[in-house]
């Protein structure tokens, strides 16, 4: 079955500067790789997604990058602010399942 | 409200008893999907439902646990004799068919004493 392997699993920047969050996945017949944001105390919440027929997507500050080669994904937030402070979640879906890595807590560093 | 809902939000039991909890999905939406998520950790991957059917269970699940959704809309997750390794948060979530957006409700916090 899928294996999503996750790192780093906490990540420091300062304010203003950029982070990246990096997945690989194991199963070759995974096409859909979506991201999550968990505050506190919430639901996860969905940021951003990519299709394997799509190398890249932005979304304002946030962008995602698939090698499917390589069968890595990475998250890049820029500008990062204080409210970009959560836990991220990579995931991705093959066979209609969708699995998780275990999480990147992102401190925002005022 | 029309999100994915969870009740309850939160239940203590003590070790030994069954619990259930239900999730209420999207009305549209035909996958629901149930993920346990401890402190610290990803959600992980119980259960999920194609309309009424239910297409694949975690090797992780034991016979304690077991899940239905009878009509297609709502669906129930069971645990019997809980343990105390069966705390965590138990997170429903529901899609359409295909690569979209699955939308998690916020949880059932389970503590087992």
Redesign the interface.
Known sequence: GENVE?HPSTLSVQEGDSAVIKCTYSDSAS??F?W?KQELG?????II?I?SNVGEKKDQRIAVTLNKTAKHFSLHITETQPEDSAVY?CAA?A?????????TRLHILP | DTGVSQDPRHKITKRGQNVTFRCDPISEHNRLYWYRQTLGQGPEFLTYFQNEAQLEKSRLLSDRFSAERPKGSFSTLEIQRTEQGDSAMYLCASSLVGNTEAFFGQGTRLTVV
């Open positions: 996750q096409n859909y979506p999550y919430k639901r996860p919440q969905l997604d299709r979640f879906r066979d209609d399942k969708i699995i998780f890595g275990k999480g």
